[in-house]
Structure formats: C-alpha cells, structure tokens
C-alpha cells in the first residue's frame, strides 16, 4: 500500500442464498488502500465485482460477514444505512461497466450529473449545473454545454463512460470502484478513458480501486495487483513485477495471453488445482 491508508477489509466474505443454503462467492479476502491505483484481477465468476458491491453495500440479498471493513473513521459493517447513503455516491463511489445500463434512457446526462452533486450538497440548480458543466470539461468533453443537454442515445460509448466519470468523480470522493469501466470501448477510446483517470486520480489523491480480467491493463495502469481466483485472494504484488508473479494461477493466467509476434503454437490451457481453493492468507 502507498500512501495514506483509506479503507482496510479484513476476512470480507460473501454468501448468496441457493436451494440448498449458502454458496461462498467471496472468501476472508483481506486488503488495504491507499491513495494508489489497485487492481483486481481473476477470471469471471472469482469474486471481483462482488467485493466492490460489498464495500457500497449494494448486495441486499447476501450474506455479508468481515472481521471488519474500515473506511477512514467509519465502520462500514455496522453503520446505518441512514449513515451510509452519506457515504455512497458521496465520499466512495463505483463507475459502471456500461453507461447504456447506467444511464437513465429518458433524462439528459447532464441533469442526471447535477443530480448526484444535489443530492450530497446544498446548492441551487444553477451552481449544480455549473458544477458539471466544469466536470465534463475536466473528463475532456468538447462543448460540455450542448452536451449537459443530450440524451444518453445521442452520446457515444467513450462519451457515455466519460459521462459516467464526471458523475462519480463530481462530489470529490476519497475512494473510487471502477467495474471493468473500459471493458466496452475500442481500444483507442480505452486508452483516452484511461487517461483521463489517472489524471483526475492522480490530481484529487482518490484511492482507484479497478476491477478487471485485463492483465495487460492493470499491469501498465495500476500500482499494486490481486488475483483473485474462487473467490478469495491468491497473490498480492506491485503490478510492475506481475511477471514474476508466483502462485501457478498467476503464471497460467499471463501463459494464456496472446502476444503481438509471439509464436504460432496454441496457447496454453489454465490447469485449475484443487488445493487452489483451499483457505488462503496473503496480506494485501
């Protein structure tokens, strides 16, 4: 961890109820984040999505348990939840993998901007507006005017997800959740995003964590890394030594990688171990 710690997860798990009781989906998994860029990483189904679900509290239906989960003086497991809507959306927020889904079809983008920004602070619609006209600048949108006033069908998917940047970053949280916030854009409009994510990051000291199957992405974007694999924490490491990673569902996830001049022969098949799923340890 760099920097000032500001949120730290302890034993986090999470359970969803099936026919036949509980099924595990996130198992004692335990980190600590700073002002820094973390990512983690794992295949579909390992647990990703659900522990930044968890840390908002947006899974009404599981079954949460931790040791503890520390947000700055806060303790997010016993909080109200009268308490934790001045949390969420205001000082931790979570961008989305598609605007399409996140977006309200039938009001403008920038209404739904000033809304968020409304909604956490006391001030006229007038200052709102002109809040996220300055932010839609800041995520680097041409003419935030004419596009405060579009409809989300009337916007791209690079613009959507800057769109949905700008929302999340308005109130000026100390942690932000990005769920495969690029996953759906071509790969230059990726980069553009990216970008534009470390920048504002970087400038406002947010503490970023991204959610992602991309190896390549958290490995150029992120500081620290982990792997996640059957829903619990498998590795921990600096994402600029992820090549010298060492647990076998590690090395078989970067094995299996394409590479641009890489040779002809097929890539290898991840060969999943039983004893993978055994109860981990790894300080993160």
């Known amino acids: 961890m760099t920097g000032e710690q500001i949120l730290d997860v302890r034993r986090l798990s ?14 004692n998994v335990s980190f600590k984040l700073g002002r820094e860029k ?23 239906t599981a ?12 303790d997010l497991l016993n909080i109200s939840e009268r308490e934790m809507l001045k949390v969420r ?8 993998q598609d605007p399409k889904f996140s977006l309200n079809p039938i009001r403008r983008v920038g209404d739904q901007i000033s809304e968020a920004y409304l909604t956490h602070f006391k001030c006229s619609k007038a200052e709102a507006r002109a809040k996220t006209i300055d932010m839609l600048q800041a995520v680097q949108i041409r003419d935030p005017e004419r596009v405060y006033d579009l409809y989300p069908h009337e916007v791209s998917g690079g613009m959507g997800q800057r ?7 308005l109130t000026d949280p100390d942690v932000v959740i990005a769920d495969e916030p690029t996953s759906a854009l071509d790969v230059t409009v990726r980069l553009q995003v990216l970008n534009i994510l470390d920048r504002l990051v970087s400038d406002r000291g947010i503490g970023l964590i991204m959610i992602s199957h991309d190896l390549n992405l958290v490995r150029n974007f992120c500081d620290r890394v982990l792997i996640m694999y059957a829903g619990q924490v498998v ?38 171990r039983p004893e993978w799923k055994e109860p981990l340890e790894v300080q993160a």
């Open 89 to 96: 959306g205001r000082r931790m927020s979570m961008i989305l």
């Open 235 to 272: 590795e921990s490491l600096k994402a600029s030594e992820l090549s010298n990673a060492q647990h076998p569902y590690t090395q078989g996830l970067l094995a299996a990688q394409p590479r641009i001049g890489g040779g002809r022969t097929p890539l290898k098949v991840l060969d999943r």
């Open 38 to 60: 973390l990512g983690i990483v794992g295949e579909s189904g390992s647990g990703k999505s659900t522990i930044g679900r968890a840390l908002l509290r947006l899974l009404p």
């Open 163 to 169: 769109i949905m940047i700008a929302m999340m970053l």
């Open 14 to 27: 999470v359970s969803y109820r099936s026919d036949g009781g509980y099924v595990d989906a996130v198992r």
């Open 63 to 74: 079954r949460i348990t931790a040791e503890s989960i520390r947000f700055e003086e806060l």
